[in-house]
């Protein structure tokens, strides 16, 4: 499968601005950002976003679309990323698999309903932003902490989409762990029942331990053990694509941050070279 990026990336933050600023680290691939958080800065982010932009590729990954919201969809705002797309050469964009508005912006990703009717209408807003766009976007698999009316599994709502949009798929690998946790099923199955042609890149981050059974979905932590055999299995079964470490609060300096994304490029090299071996024997 051909990707729009490749290697192992890091989410681009403002606060990492000044130790960028030294030179982007041979080890980052690509960066990703929120397009909220960059479409009306002007003066010297905006320079610097076009700096950094110059020298890897970037992708985007957007907050306050609500595509399971049953509020109208913000055509404005999709014309808006269009136009921020085509002047930054951003090339995939991405967006949860959730909603967060209801009469009004919610601050918060909130579950879409695992239902036919939410399948339909989700996909109906998906192939909307797609046609407003002129191109494929990629949904993420996220973490959810109850599924209300709930008639099809998550996996089966996911293929759902993924079948009815012709969408890409944005394999966010903590997401499967943190649900099987708290949801008790089987983080492998799952992850093999993905379509793996679908698959546009990976995320994968740490989170909290709020209790043996309830993990939160945070960003703001060290990545674990289970969650980077889960990357390994993923890579193996789907083959390497495309994975950007997520860190959003209690952000370390880069040096630390480098070490993950180190972590991701050995995995991904590991698992292609014993690709390679087995296809000589």
């Avoid at 698999?141 to 008639?151: D, F, H, I, K, L």
């Avoid at 055999?229 to 789907?238: N, P, R």
């Avoid at 300096?253 to 995995?267: F, G, H, N, S, Y």
């Amino acid at each position: 499968m051909q990707y729009q990026v490749s290697g192992a990336g890091l989410g681009f933050r403002r606060e990492m601005l000044d130790e960028l600023s030294q030179g982007v680290p041979d080890e980052v691939a690509f960066f990703e950002i929120a397009p909220e958080n960059w479409l009306k800065l002007g003066g010297r982010y905006a320079k610097q976003l076009r700096h950094h932009i110059a020298q890897r590729p970037f992708v985007c990954h957007g907050l306050s679309l609500s595509l399971g919201s049953y509020d109208p969809l913000d055509i404005e705002f999709v014309k808006q990323l269009k136009i921020f797309f085509k002047s930054h050469q951003i090339k995939l964009y991405s967006e949860h698999l959730s909603y967060c508005s209801a009469d009004g912006h919610m601050y918060d990703l909130m579950p879409i309903p695992f239902t036919e009717e939410a399948v339909k209408h989700t996909a109906a807003r998906i192939r909307q932003v797609q046609d407003i766009l002129e191109q494929q976007i990629a949904v993420e698999n996220v973490s959810y902490y109850c599924a209300p009316g709930q008639q099809l599994t998550e996996l089966e709502f996911t293929q759902a989409i993924l079948a009815e949009t012709d969408c890409q798929l944005l394999l966010d690998v903590n997401n499967i762990y943190v649900n099987s946790v708290n949801h008790g099923y089987d983080a492998e199955q799952f992850l093999k029942a993905l379509p793996s042609s679908r698959i546009a890149y990976g995320h994968i981050a740490g989170h909290y331990n709020e209790a043996d059974d309830l993990i939160i979905d945070t960003h703001g932590a060290d990545v674990i053990d289970p969650v980077w055999q889960l990357l390994q299995v993923a890579y193996q079964y789907h083959g390497v694509f495309p994975t950007l470490l997520e860190r959003d609060f209690n952000i370390p300096p880069l040096a630390d941050l480098m070490q993950e994304v180190r972590q991701i490029k050995a995995i991904q090299q590991q698992v292609m070279l014993s690709g390679k071996m087995a296809e000589q024997v």
